[in-house]
């Protein structure tokens, strides 16, 4: 993992550098993966990475989680509370604002995401920084993310690495265990559990996409959520003429 780490921070330098910005912004949501990328983020630019804590009807858990790790790594922090963004826009879009924080509707918690992406390109203006991402290549392939919210991002420096590689690497930047030990959450409703709303676990996920190998319950799942989620992996469409 030393030498995947250094490796990472120095593609992280290079490209921020190389595209005229002075530092990193990333969200820090008290997962592993946000926190994989911050720790290799300020590691990077130990003098200038910003996390930004971004609550949105969240459980409180996660931000004391997000926490823990910025302190953790030395990280400077900012919090914004999406709470009230969220349903000023709600209520202009359904014109209720009549929201359950257990509900899965996914058009409704797919706006947390795109309004995190919104605030995060905010304070990356704000600082000259570019926007780091947190999608590992198993949530990338199956297309296990938000299009145009935690899948907006400048520099993706998670995206070749497995669910379990990011595990590894966690151990490796001494990551709190109790951030690598908790369940794999998006965080888009109370209660919601990435592998519950998949169907698979990422140990099954990781063991097909490594080898080909599954049930074929497993295979079915991940075969439909490829097909399923390809538009996520393209650019926009454009016509011939």
């Not at 120095?10 to 190389?18: A, P, S």
């Not at 530092?23 to 946000?34: A, H, Q, R, T, Y």
């Not at 991002?153 to 590894?168: H, Q, T, Y």
């Amino acid at each position: 993992m030393q030498q995947v780490t250094a490796a990472l921070t120095k593609w992280l330098e290079e490209k921020t550098i190389g595209a005229g910005a002075k530092g990193l912004v990333i969200g820090l949501s008290g997962g592993i993966d946000s926190s994989v990328a911050a720790a290799l983020s300020v590691r990077a630019f130990p003098g200038n990475t910003l996390g930004v804590i971004m609550p949105c009807f969240s459980n409180p858990q996660d931000a004391a989680d997000a926490t823990l790790l910025a302190e953790s790594q030395n990280i400077p922090t900012v919090t914004v509370s999406l709470d009230e963004p969220f349903l000023a826009m709600l209520r202009e879009i359904t014109g209720s604002v009549d929201y359950d924080p257990r509900s899965c509707d996914l058009k409704v918690a797919n706006i947390k995401p795109r309004l995190r992406m919104s605030t995060l390109y905010y304070f990356a203006a704000s600082r000259e920084s570019l926007v780091v991402g947190t999608l590992n290549r198993t949530e990338i392939i199956v297309g296990y993310y938000t299009k145009y919210g935690d899948g907006g991002a400048d520099l993706s420096p998670l995206s070749n690495l497995l669910k379990k590689d990011v595990r590894e690497l966690a151990s490796y930047l001494k990551v709190p265990q109790g951030i690598i030990d908790k369940a794999p959450s998006a965080g888009l409703w109370y209660g919601h559990c990435d592998e519950t709303e998949m169907g698979v676990t990422y140990e099954e996920l990781d063991e097909y996409l490594s080898n080909g190998k599954g049930h074929q319950r497993v295979r079915r799942i991940i075969e439909e959520l490829i097909r399923k989620h390809q538009h996520k992996r393209e650019m926009p469409l454009i016509p011939p003429v």
